[in-house]
Each structure stands twice: as C-alpha cells, then as structure tokens.
C-alpha cells in the first residue's frame, strides 16, 4: 500500500511538473512581451490569488480565512519573496532563452541550501557542497555565452528569481506550521497589487490586448494546478526525490519552445546546452546521493 501510494506521488508531482513546463511556452505567445510585462503579471497575479482562495474554500469551508491570521512574518516574507521571484522570472524570459531562464531556476535547491545554513543553521553536507559548485561551474560558463549575445540582463534577473523561490521555501522551513497555500495567495496578491501600482505611476493602460490578458490568467491557472498536484504528492516523497522531479519543469519548459509544431522553434545555444547539462549532473547529482535523507517536506 506505501509503494503504491509512493508510485501515485511520483506521477502526481512528475504532472505537476509538466503544467509548470507549459509556463515558458504561454509566455512566448505574448504579443509584444517587453512592452507589458506589468499588464501581463497584473492579471497572472490576481488569477493565482483568486484561484488559490477558491481552492482552500473548497477544501476547507469558510475557516479558511483563519490561515491569515496564521500567516505570521514568515509567511508575510515568504508571500513577498514568491511574489518578486513571479515578478523576475516573467522579466527574465522576455530578455533571454526559455532555457536559460529554466536553468537559472534548476539552481534553487543549492541556492535554498545556502540561505538554510545562513538563517536556519542547517548543515550544508559534502554532496551538497561539491553540487553547489558544479552548478556554479555550469552558470559562470553560460555567464560568458549571454555576454556575447547581450541576455545577461536575463541571466541575472534568472537567478534572482531563483533567489526569491529559495527565500520562499526557507520561510517555510523557518516556521514549520505557515499556511503555504496562503503564503502562495500572499504572493498572487503582492505581485498584482506591485503590478497595480506600477502602471498607476507610469500611467499606462491596464489592458494590452485580449490575447494577453488571457494567455496571463493561463499560465496563472497553471502554476496554481501545478502547486495543487506538487501539494498532494510532496507529502509522501522525501525533498531529494521532489528535487529530481523538479527537472520536468525544466527540461520540459525547454522542449516545447523547441518543438517544432508550437512554431516558437527556440533552440538553445551550444553554451547553453553544455552549461545546462552542467547544472542538470549536479542536481542529478545531489539528488542520487542524498536519498537517504527521507525529510519530507509536504505542503499544507
């Protein structure tokens, strides 16, 4: 019955993976993309916020307005954090590759390690050290590749996202009772109401084209099912394993902008590929050597 439950986990996070992979593909339909970023995360904002709440009504009534009363500073960081790194992924991707965008994000769990042993004083391990560095070898060399094609700017604002995620996921770890679907709401919210403010101030027009605003509430639909699908099977999978499954998301997202039939047709530079395949042997890497750490960390 524990295998069983275990093999339904694993399916379960490898879909969530996959409706997180199609995010890059959405963004890459934008009609115009560097021109309304702000238009664009306004909406996905509010429709993870608004998605986020509908889902906690239907799984816990009413009471679940009580999480925000719960939230506490952790999750307050937590939300802020997640919301920036939505903000820097979506700037990103609109200044470089799907793939080095991805890639960039691939390097959270060594990022998280970092942040845990600087906050939360957890032990940073030889495997993880030595992954760490490998993936650090992996960024530098596709560093050197987007100065020469001008997408450092991507590059750059890539690993703050990444950063934001692992803040993100220490908070969590920093109070272990933080509503996590709520801080994920937190996230929606701040990034939208950021996104508000923004276009107030520069005076600029809320709406761009119907297209837009729909392909923005899309990929805001898919994070929020994908997070739903990771919640359920994250409870029964240790973080290793949830880190190597990760790779979906990413190698995923890669592909279909590549795929010929989706008519984006993105392919990765020779230095992408070989810094990516750097990263990708480190998180396999840490992954395959740190099994038997069974923390779980399922979200609530």
Same mark, same amino acid.
């Given at each position: 019955?524990?295998?069983?439950?275990?093999?339904?986990a694993?399916l379960i996070?490898?879909?969530?993976?996959?409706?997180w992979?199609?995010?890059?593909?959405?963004? &890459?339909?934008?009609?115009?993309?560097?021109?309304?970023p702000w238009?664009?995360?306004?909406? &996905?904002?509010?429709?993870?916020?608004l998605?986020?709440n509908?889902?906690?009504f239907?799984?816990?009534?009413?009471s679940?307005?009580?999480n925000?009363k719960?939230i506490?500073?952790?999750?307050i +960081?937590?939300?802020?954090?997640?919301?920036?790194?939505?903000?820097?992924?979506?700037?990103?991707?609109?200044h470089t590759?799907?793939a080095v965008?991805l890639?960039?994000?691939?390097?959270?769990p060594?990022?998280?390690?970092i942040?845990?042993?600087? !906050?939360l004083?957890e032990?940073?391990?030889?495997?993880?050290?030595?992954?760490?560095?490998?993936?650090a070898?992996?960024?530098?060399?596709?560093?050197?590749?987007?100065?020469?094609?001008?997408t450092?700017?991507?590059?750059?604002i890539?690993?703050l996202?990444?950063?934001?995620?692992?803040?993100?996921?220490?908070?969590?770890?920093w109070?272990?009772?933080?509503?996590?679907?709520t801080?994920v709401?937190?996230?929606g919210?701040?990034?939208g109401?950021f996104s508000?403010?923004v276009?107030?101030?520069?005076?600029a027009? !809320?709406?761009?084209t !119907?297209?837009?605003?729909?392909?923005?509430?899309?990929h805001?639909?898919?994070?929020c099912?994908?997070?739903?699908?990771y919640?359920?099977?994250?409870?029964? +999978?240790?973080a290793?394993?949830?880190?190597? +499954?990760?790779?979906?998301?990413? +190698?995923?997202g890669i592909f279909?902008?590549?795929?010929?039939?989706?008519? @984006?047709?993105?392919?990765?530079?020779?230095?992408?590929? @070989?810094g990516?395949?750097i990263?990708?042997f480190?998180?396999?890497?840490y992954?395959?050597?740190? &099994?038997r750490?069974?923390?779980?960390i399922?979200?609530?």
């Amino acid at each position: 019955m524990k295998k069983d439950k275990i093999d339904s986990a694993i399916l379960i996070v490898l879909i969530a993976g996959i409706f997180w992979s199609f995010g890059a593909l959405v963004v &890459r339909f934008i009609e115009d993309a560097q021109s309304v970023p702000w238009q664009y995360l306004f909406f &996905r904002g509010f429709t993870i916020f608004l998605l986020i709440n509908f889902y906690l009504f239907l799984k816990e009534g009413k009471s679940f307005i009580k999480n925000y009363k719960k939230i506490g500073a952790s999750g307050i +960081l937590g939300g802020i954090s997640l919301g920036i790194a939505m903000m820097c992924f979506i700037w990103s991707i609109t200044h470089t590759t799907v793939a080095v965008t991805l890639l960039m994000l691939a390097a959270m769990p060594f990022m998280t390690a970092i942040l845990g042993y600087i !906050f939360l004083k957890e032990k940073v391990s030889n495997t993880t050290l030595t992954a760490i560095i490998v993936a650090a070898i992996g960024i530098i060399f596709m560093a050197f590749n987007s100065v020469e094609i001008g997408t450092l700017f991507g590059l750059v604002i890539g690993l703050l996202s990444a950063l934001g995620f692992s803040f993100f996921s220490v908070s969590l770890r920093w109070r272990k009772n933080t509503p996590t679907f709520t801080t994920v709401a937190v996230a929606g919210l701040f990034c939208g109401t950021f996104s508000f403010f923004v276009l107030i101030f520069s005076d600029a027009n !809320f709406f761009t084209t !119907f297209r837009n605003s729909s392909l923005s509430a899309l990929h805001g639909t898919l994070v929020c099912s994908g997070m739903i699908l990771y919640s359920l099977g994250s409870k029964h +999978l240790p973080a290793a394993d949830l880190t190597l +499954l990760s790779l979906t998301e990413v +190698l995923g997202g890669i592909f279909w902008v590549w795929l010929p039939i989706f008519g @984006i047709n993105e392919i990765p530079t020779a230095n992408t590929i @070989i810094g990516g395949s750097i990263i990708t042997f480190a998180l396999l890497y840490y992954s395959l050597n740190t &099994r038997r750490n069974r923390r779980f960390i399922g979200l609530n």
